[in-house]
């Protein structure tokens, strides 16, 4: 929700006080101190920066997918995080890609449309990043083929960043720091489009989360874990055990959220996002992740919805027709699905999209600012 200052002089002060953004653009990023860009160059350089980056998974996890034509290196990995944080990718350089991908807030930013440096939404609700190396198109509307396309689209959008690419080159061209970087990543200091992208991608592919309360429970389900090790306040959530109307219901979630299983296959609530539609038809779009949902308000492409209470309300019995509607969203009679779903059940699924909510992601210094 924006909050209006009594007049402009005041917004103004706060912003120059505060380093806070005004209410009419994007939440402003610090600069970044080159003395600690060099320290961690430094320090990159000296520890094998072409090897692998493995990204850490916990017992039972689904393999990660690597891709070939962008592996992840330790450099690669920390160029595209240096980029990620650095407002030095916006054209005014207030901005970066963490202004609207708060890593507290589950990597969305809490607001209906993000503004972009002057101060024009986007028109859709900024997508939550977790997962995504399994994921195939980005955007809700599936435009981006791959992490590596999506991640320049934003750098140069008008409403967004707007930073021409050439302009972006030069700049980092011409820093102290950054060319030798690119030189660790990539093997020469050239700094191109396709090596930008190539790096944010290799980052955001590294950011995983697998450690909710639901994974430790879906862990005894299959087998990885006994009962008495995870807390027994979880137990009767095991969706093994949940009554016939929960289940079902999530199944019928899990029929456009889908996932990673722990064995790789496409399955219910635990993992990624996955394309639910060509996001070119009238009223169609990526379904998002329910990975750490309940951190993620306002809802929807155009974040219709405050609270996860609304979305669950609209499903139950407020879908309304249209051409593009989902046959899974439809009863056997063409018309819109009514769940009717009781009180009881309401509050069931709600703590299971709660109990979605992955912390570790939240805290993990592998994922956050490298200049604080």
């Given at each position: 929700?924006?909050?209006?200052?009594?007049t402009v002089a005041m917004t103004s002060l706060a912003a120059l006080f505060f380093g806070c953004a005004s209410p009419e653009r994007g939440e402003i990023s610090?600069?970044?101190?080159?003395?600690?860009?060099?320290?961690?160059?430094?320090?990159?350089?000296?520890?094998?920066?072409?090897?692998?980056?493995?990204?850490?998974?916990?017992?039972?996890?689904?393999?990660?997918?690597?891709?070939?034509?962008?592996?992840?290196?330790?450099?690669?990995?920390?160029?595209?995080?240096?980029?990620?944080?650095?407002?030095?990718?916006s054209g005014d350089n207030t901005m970066s890609c963490s202004s609207c991908h708060v890593q507290s807030l589950g990597f969305a930013d809490r607001k209906r449309f993000s503004p972009g440096i002057h101060g024009q939404n986007m028109g859709r609700n900024t997508m939550a990043l977790a997962n995504l190396a399994w994921s195939r198109n980005f955007f809700w509307d599936g435009r981006a083929p791959s992490l590596e396309a999506q991640a320049v689209i934003p750098i140069q959008e008008p409403k967004e960043l707007d930073q021409p690419m050439t302009g972006l080159i030069e700049?980092?061209?011409?820093?102290?720091?950054?060319?030798?970087?690119?030189?660790?990543?990539?093997?020469?200091?050239?700094?191109?489009?396709?090596?930008?992208?190539?790096?944010?991608?290799?980052f955001v592919a590294s950011i995983v989360s697998f450690e909710a309360p639901l994974d430790e429970i879906e862990r005894v389900d299959v087998g990885l874990k006994r009962e008495d090790e995870i807390s027994p306040e979880f137990l009767e959530f095991r969706l093994t055990k949940a009554d016939k109307i929960t289940k079902d219901t999530l199944n019928l979630c899990a029929k456009c959220h889908r996932g990673v299983d722990r064995h790789g296959n496409a399955t219910g609530l635990y993992g990624g996002y996955r394309m639910a539609?060509?996001?070119?038809?009238?009223?169609?779009?990526?379904?998002?992740?329910?990975?750490?949902?309940?951190?993620?308000?306002?809802?929807?492409?155009?974040?219709?919805?405050?609270t996860l209470e609304e979305v669950l309300d609209h499903y139950d019995h407020g879908v309304k027709d249209f051409g593009g509607l989902s046959p899974a969203l439809r009863e056997a009679n063409?018309?819109?699905?009514?769940?009717?779903?009781?009180?009881?059940?309401?509050?069931?699924?709600?703590?299971?999209?709660?109990?979605?909510?992955?912390?570790?992601?939240?805290?993990?210094?592998n994922y956050s600012n490298p200049f604080r």
């Open positions: 929700m924006r909050i209006f200052a009594l610090p600069p970044v101190p080159l003395a600690k860009q060099q320290e961690l160059y430094e320090t990159l350089r000296n520890r094998d920066p072409q090897a692998p980056h493995l990204v850490e998974l916990p017992p039972g996890s689904p393999e990660f997918p690597q891709n070939p034509k962008n592996p992840l290196t330790k450099a690669g990995v920390q160029l595209g995080r240096w980029l990620f944080y650095d407002p030095i990718i700049e980092l061209k011409r820093h102290p720091v950054y060319p030798a970087m690119f030189g660790l990543a990539f093997g020469n200091t050239e700094i191109t489009e396709e090596r930008i992208g190539r790096a944010i991608g290799q539609n060509n996001g070119l038809e009238q009223g169609q779009f990526k379904a998002p992740t329910l990975r750490n949902i309940a951190l993620t308000p306002p809802y929807m492409h155009d974040g219709r919805f405050d063409e018309q819109p699905k009514k769940l009717n779903l009781s009180p009881e059940a309401k509050k069931k699924i709600l703590i299971y999209l709660n109990l979605m909510t992955d912390k570790a992601l939240l805290q993990n210094k």
